[in-house]
C-alpha cells in the first residue's frame, strides 16, 4: 500500500509541476500571437488526447512516460507553410519575445512555489525548535562545546527560529569556515557564542548527511521503546510489528530507553536480528532484516519506527505559526528566495566538487519524498511541491543544449552576432544535450538504488 501510495504522490506531484512549466512556455507563447500544435504532460505514447478550439486546434495530450512534457510550436523552417502561419511562427517573433516564451517556464515554477508557500503559511503549520540532542565525540558540533538542550538562536548572525531555518542557514553559508559562529541558548536561558570549524571536516563533501556529519542532531527526551508508529513497508512492518508495541531486546541485548534501541541499531546495518517486543502485555519476538541508513558519514542499522511522543514534549519543541493573507505573502516570496539561493548554491557546490553528487536523487527518491510528504499532511506536500517546483525552475535554466537554458544560449548568441544559429551546430548541440541529460538521469537512478540496496 505505501508503495502504491508513493507512485501516486509522485504522479499527481510531477503532473502538477510539469503542468505548470509547461503552461508557463503555452500561455507566452498564445499571448505573443505563436501558434500551439501540441501540449504535451509526459512523453512517448499518448494515454489521453483531445483537440482544442479553432483557429490553433492545438493538441493536448497526457502521454505515458511522466517525466517531463513539451510545448510544439510552429516554426518558421518548416516547408509548405502560408504567409498566415509563417507570420504566426515562433521565428517570426524577435529575440526578446523568443526568450519571453523560453523564460516563462521556470518563471511559472518559481511563481507556483510562491503561490504554495504562500498556502502554507496561510493554512498554518508546525514548526520544530531548533533544540539539539548531544553531539557525538570527534563531531564539529561537539569540539565547539555545544551540549544537548541548547537551543540555536542564531547562524552566521541570521536568528534560525526552526530547524528548517537552521539547517537551510548552515548549508547556504558553506563548508569551508573555520569558525562558524552559531549562538546558542542552554535550558537555563543563558546565551552563548560557538564556533563550528567546519573546515576541519573533510567528510563534508562526500556526504549527503550534512548536520549528522557536524554532529547536530535534533533533541529527544528520554523515551520509553514503545513504537509510537511504524512504516508499512520498513523492517518493523514486515516483520508484523506495530504502533504501541514495547521493544524490550535487541540481538539479546536488553533496552529500556529510546537511545538504547537507536544505539543497539546502529552496528547492526543491513543484518538480522531477533527483536523482543511486549504487545498488550503479552512478550513476543520477530526476526528483523534491518535497513541501512547514512548518520555521521557511516552506515547505521534501520528498523523503520518512530517513537511515541508524549505530549509535554510536543509543547517544548513545537510551535504553531500562522500568517494572514498579506503577510503570507510576503513569507512565500521569502521562503522561495531562500529555496532558490541554497538551491543553486547546492548545485555550484557539487559542479566544483564541495558537496557529494550523491546529493543528486530520481524518480525513486522523488517518489518517496512525495508519498512520504502526502501521507504526513496537506503543508507537509505542499513544501514538498515548492521545493521541486523551484529545483525544476533551476534546472531548466542550465545552458545545456535541449533545456531551456540551452534555448536561451542560442537567443544570447543569436542577440550578439545577429544571425541564428545554424542547423548544424543545433543538431550537435541537441545530441550533447541529450547524453548530458541522459549521464544526469543514469547518476540520480544510480544513487537511488545505492540508497536503496546498498
Known sequence: MTLIWSILAFLVAITILVGIHEAGHFLVARRLGVKVRRFSIGFGRPLLRWQGRAPDHTEYVLAMIPLGGYVQMLEGREPGLSEEDKARSLNSRSVGQRAAVVIAGPAANFLFAILVYWAVAVIGDEEHRPIIDQPPENTVAYEAGLERG?????????????????????????????????????????????????????????TVDILGT???????????????????????????????????????????????LTERLEGLAGEEV??????????????????????????VGRL???PQI?????????????????????????RTWDTTKLTAKMLGRMIIGEASLQNIGGPVTIGEFAGESAAIGITAFLFFLGLISVTLGIVNLLPIPI??????????????????????????????????IIAIMTLALYNDFTRIFG
Open 274 to 299: 531477533e527483536i523482543v517486543f511486549e504487545r498488550e502485555g503479552v512478550e513476543q519476538s520477530s526476526l528483523v532484516t534491518l535497513g541501512k541508513m547514512e548518520r555521521g558519514g557511516r552506515e
Open 150 to 206: 541548547h537551543e540555536i538562536i542564531s547562524i552566521d548572525g541570521r536568528e534560525t527560529p526552526t530547524w528548517q531555518s537552521a539547517v537551510m542557514t548552515l548549508l547556504d553559508v558553506g563548508f569551508r569556515h573555520e569558525a562558524l559562529p552559531v549562538v546558542a541558548k542552554s535550558e537555563e536561558g543563558r546565551e552563548q557564542e560557538y564556533y563550528l570549524n567546519l573546515a576541519a571536516e573533510q567528510e563534508l563533501r562526500d
Open 304 to 306: 523503520g519506527v518512530g
Open 403 to 436: 533545456l531551456d537554458g540551452g534555448h536561451l544560449m542560442y537567443l544570447g548568441y543569436e542577440a550578439v552576432t545577429g544571425r541564428a544559429v545554424s542547423d548544424y551546430a543545433m543538431a550537435i548541440g541537441q545530441r550533447i544535450g541529450i547524453l548530458a
Open 214 to 260: 557536524i554532529g547536530l542532531y535534533a533533541y529527544m527526551p528520554i523515551l520509553d521503546p514503545q513504537l509510537g508508529h511504524v512504516q508499512e513497508d520498513g523492517p518493523a512492518g514486515k516483520a508484523g510489528m506495530s504502533a504501541g508495541d514495547k521493544i524490550i531486546k535487541v540481538a539479546d541485548q536488553p533496552v529500556e530507553t529510546w537511545r538504547e
Open 310 to 334: 508524549p505530549e509535554s514534549y510536543r509543547e517544548r519543541m513545537v510551535r504553531e505559526v500562522q500568517y494572514g493573507p498579506v503577510e503570507g505573502f510576503f513569507v512565500g516570496v521569502e
